[in-house]
Structures are given as C-alpha cells and as structure tokens.
C-alpha cells in the first residue's frame, strides 16, 4: 500500500451583498490589512519561515507583556 500526502490549499470567495453601507466595513478591512502587514513584517525581520505557532508567539509578544 502506498501512502502519499498531499498539501492541499482551500481557497473560498465570499460575496457580500449589503443593504446598507456602513463604514465598519470598510474599518473592519483596514484594521485586517494592518495585521497582515504587521505579520509580514515580522516573518520578514525573521529572515525565514516561520510556523504559524511560532508567528502567533512572535506577534502575541508585541502586545502581551
């Protein structure tokens, strides 16, 4: 029996249809972007890559003394 392992991405589109417009919206993907950058940022300063456990240890000492 042959076993393989496959890395497999899930990528999903969600559209939104809003009734309203409302500025949290577009705050809440700002806010997003932000800590994108800032998790770039550090993974980048590291030099390599990184687990996601060690990013989160990395980035949770920022704002957690």
Known sequence: MC???S????TKTVVLKL???DDSIQET????T???NFASKVVYE???PLSAN???RLIY???VP
Request: aromatic share 8%.
């Open 3 to 5: 076993e393989t392992k």
């Open 7 to 10: 890395n497999m991405n899930l």
């Open 19 to 21: 009734e309203e417009t």
């Open 29 to 32: 993907m700002e806010r997003y």
């Open 34 to 36: 932000e800590g994108m």
């Open 46 to 48: 590291n030099g390599e």
């Open 54 to 56: 060690r990013l989160q």
């Open 61 to 63: 000492e920022e704002f």
